[in-house]
Every structure is written in C-alpha cells, then in structure tokens.
C-alpha cells in the first residue's frame, strides 16, 4: 500500500488545498510539456485508476509525496523539479 498526498500552493486568498490517497499501486509519466500525471490504482491489477496531474499550471498540484506502509517518502513528484525549459 502507499500513500499519495497532493498539495497546491496557497490561492491569492491564502486558501490552501490538498489531497491525500490510499493505493495499492501507481504509476507516473512526465509529458513533454512538464506535466507529470500520477495514476493511482486500488487494486494490483492496473486496469482502472484515477489520474492526478502535477505541474506549474494553476489547476493542477504542485507536488506528491509517495509514502510507503510504514510512513516513509519513498518518492516526491514536484513542479518545479519538472518544470519546462522552455
């Protein structure tokens, strides 16, 4: 099992937001534009799964935390580690 936590930067209004997922497994790919989406799966079979994006881009998080079943991050996904250089 892992645990997946999004977080976004604070809105203008100091608003914060962020999420927190139990999976039994996930995969990650990096597009060419920056964006890195992280498919969370309840199950080992990876047939279905919701889709979480990380980037610079407003509506999306910022950064992910993996954490194994023992607490510890075991993988960090962050926007500006990812950011496009172009």
Known sequence: MFTLKFY???FDD????S?????KS???????NGTTEI????SAVKNLG???NVSNEEQHYQTCYVE???GKTIDTV?????ANPS
């Open 78 to 82: 962050n926007s500006l580690t990812f």
């Open 39 to 42: 498919i969370v799966h309840d």
């Open 26 to 32: 996930y995969e990650k790919y990096k597009r060419s």
């Open 68 to 70: 194994n079943i023992a």
């Open 19 to 23: 999420a927190v997922v139990s999976a």
């Open 50 to 52: 919701v889709c979480y």
């Open 14 to 17: 100091g608003a914060e937001s």
């Open 8 to 10: 976004k930067v604070p």
